[in-house]
């Protein structure tokens, strides 16, 4: 079956653009998380969204950074006002219900984020 | 706090050589661990896990034992092939958490 998808692959920007990426999880799967993969870095947890609760966002590392999920499913990861720090990869992953060591997380390919 | 040290890379070996990528970790109260592997232009799959002390995990040739006396989990696997060749990464979870805490990852190449 399909697996996590997410868009663009690729996106560069000039600093102080506004981006969107674009997750979808996959079917069915209520947990759906961002992570951040910077250069040299492990990955960072960003946000993490579960059924209809509220979102947990302690992984933001600013206020530029917001997520939602509509719908339960597909979910939009929106940086504002772009700065170079912010390139990396960001990833985006699902679990059938919330994460746990015998529930898996299943990971997107990511997009690279190039800010100029 | 909760984190994940790894040996830093990148590693290059030959094929059939034998793997060890270290990984320790300082958790508050009693971690899973996990090694997530990414091979090129893919995302990160699980290779294995463990969820107690003394539990190895193991999968494709590859093992990890959880070493509670040492807060390691090393990655071991006896015969490399070039398609190992993909960047490794442990990580815990600390149960009840809803986050992976992730290593900075390890660029394994193997040359045949």
């Known amino acids: 079956g399909a697996g996590v998808s997410q868009s663009p692959s690729n996106k560069v920007t000039e600093k102080g653009k506004d981006v969107e990426l674009r997750c979808d999880p996959i079917?069915?799967?209520?947990?759906l998380y961002w992570y951040r993969q910077s250069l040299g870095q492990g990955l960072e947890f960003l946000i993490y969204?579960?059924?209809?609760?509220?979102?947990?966002k302690s992984g933001l590392p600013s206020d530029r950074f917001s997520a939602e999920r509509t719908g339960g499913s597909v979910s939009t990861l929106t940086i504002q006002r772009t700065q170079q720090e912010d390139s990396a990869v960001y990833l985006c992953?699902?679990?059938?219900?919330?994460?746990?060591?015998?529930?898996?997380?299943?990971f997107g390919p990511g997009t690279r984020l190039t800010v100029l | 706090g909760n984190s994940v040290t790894q040996m830093e890379g990148p590693v290059t070996l030959s094929e059939e050589a034998f793997l060890t990528i270290n990984c320790t970790y300082t958790?508050?109260?009693?971690?899973?661990l996990f090694w997530y592997v990414q091979y090129p232009g893919e995302g990160l799959q699980l290779l294995l896990k463990?969820?107690?002390?003394?539990d190895k995990g193991s999968n494709k040739g590859f093992e990890a034992t959880y070493r509670k006396e040492t807060t390691s989990f090393h990655l071991e696997k006896g015969s490399v092939q070039v398609s190992d060749s993909a960047v490794y990464f442990c990580?815990?979870?600390?149960?009840?958490?809803?986050?992976?805490?992730f290593g900075q990852g390890t660029r394994l190449t193997i040359n045949p």
């Open positions: 992953a699902s679990s059938l219900y919330g994460l746990s060591s015998y529930n898996e997380q299943f």
């Open positions: 079917s069915g799967h209520t947990a």
């Open positions: 969204f579960q059924g209809n609760s509220a979102p947990d």
């Open positions: 958790a508050t109260g009693y971690p899973s």
């Open positions: 463990a969820t107690k002390a003394d």
């Open positions: 990580a815990l979870l600390i149960q009840g958490a809803q986050k992976l805490v």
